[in-house]
C-alpha cells in the first residue's frame, strides 16, 4: 500500500544537538512538506517543496533545514538553532496544487528535548 | 491578519448529529478542506469546497457560505470512533499556489456512549 513513513515515532535530542527526521513517501506526490504541531494549535508549515532539489520556507523555518534529493525522501533536520524544538512533526505530501485530493500525512514524530 | 476560528471542543452523543463550525477571516478565499486527526495520529484528508452548498461524502457533509465567510463539518449516525479533533483549512491567500495552507486550532469531538 501506498503511504507516507516517518522514523522515528519518539526522538529525544539533548539541548545543542542536530537531529534529523526521515520522511519516505512511495505515493509518486511531487509535492512534499512539513509541519510542526503544538498542543491547542493548528498546523504550521515548516518547509515544503515542490519537485526534487527545490524547497521554500514555510511559516517557520527558522532553525531548521531540509533536502530534497530524491522524489521520495524530504528529511528534516532540526538544528540547536531552533531553541523550542519540544513538538510533533509532521510529514505530508500531495498531488501537486491540486486541493480537490488534499494532503496525505504521515503518522509524525514526537520531538522532546532533555 | 489571515485566520480560521473553530470552537476548541465539542461534546455530542453516539447516534447523534453534530456540527463543528468554521469561519475564516482572509484576505482572499480559494477553497475550504476538513481533516480528521485521532490522538497521536496522523490527519486525514475528508473533503474540499470550493463553492457554495453541502456536499455529502457518506456520513459526513461539507457545507461552505463564501458570502457568510463560513463552513461547517456535519457528522451524522455518531460513532465512538469519529472521537478525534477536526480541523479546517483554507489556502494562504497572500501565496500564490496551494502549497501553503492556513490551519485552524481544531475542534476536539468528545462523544458519549
Known amino acids: 500500500d501506498g503511504g507516507i513513513t516517518q522514523s522515528p515515532k519518539y526522538l529525544f535530542r539533548k539541548e545543542g544537538q542536530n537531529v534529523t527526521l526521515s520522511c519516505e513517501q512511495n505515493?509518486?506526490?511531487?509535492?512534499m512538506y512539513w509541519y510542526r504541531q503544538d498542543p491547542g494549535q493548528g498546523l504550521r508549515l515548516i518547509y515544503y517543496?515542490?519537485?526534487?532539489?527545490?524547497?521554500q520556507k514555510g511559516d517557520i523555518a527558522e532553525g531548521y533545514s531540509v533536502s530534497r534529493e530524491k522524489k521520495e525522501s524530504f528529511p528534516l533536520t532540526v538544528t540547536s538553532a531552533q531553541k523550542n524544538p519540544t513538538a510533533f512533526y509532521l510529514c505530508?505530501?500531495?498531488?501537486?496544487?491540486?486541493?480537490?485530493?488534499?494532503?496525505?500525512f504521515g503518522s509524525g514524530t514526537r520531538l522532546t528535548v532533555v | 491578519g489571515q485566520s480560521l476560528e473553530q470552537p476548541s471542543e465539542v461534546t455530542a452523543v453516539e447516534g447523534a448529529i453534530v456540527q463543528i463550525n468554521c469561519t475564516y477571516q482572509?484576505?482572499?478565499?480559494?477553497?475550504l478542506s476538513w481533516y480528521q486527526q485521532h490522538d497521536g495520529g496522523a490527519p486525514t484528508f475528508l473533503s474540499y469546497?470550493?463553492l457554495d452548498g453541502l456536499e455529502e461524502t457518506g456520513r459526513f457533509s461539507s457545507f461552505l457560505s463564501r458570502s457568510d465567510s463560513y463552513g461547517y463539518l456535519l457528522l451524522q449516525e455518531l460513532q465512538m470512533k469519529d472521537s478525534a479533533s477536526y480541523f479546517c483549512?483554507?489556502?494562504?491567500?497572500?501565496?500564490?499556489?496551494?502549497?501553503?495552507?492556513?490551519w485552524g486550532a481544531g475542534t476536539k469531538l468528545i462523544i458519549k456512549p
Open positions: 505530508a505530501s500531495s498531488i501537486g496544487d491540486i486541493p480537490n485530493y488534499g494532503y496525505t
Open positions: 505515493l509518486n506526490h511531487d509535492a
Open positions: 483549512a483554507v489556502r494562504d491567500p497572500r501565496r500564490d499556489s496551494n502549497y501553503q495552507l492556513i
Open positions: 517543496s515542490q519537485i526534487v532539489n527545490d524547497f
Open positions: 469546497n470550493a
Open positions: 482572509t484576505s482572499g478565499f480559494y477553497g
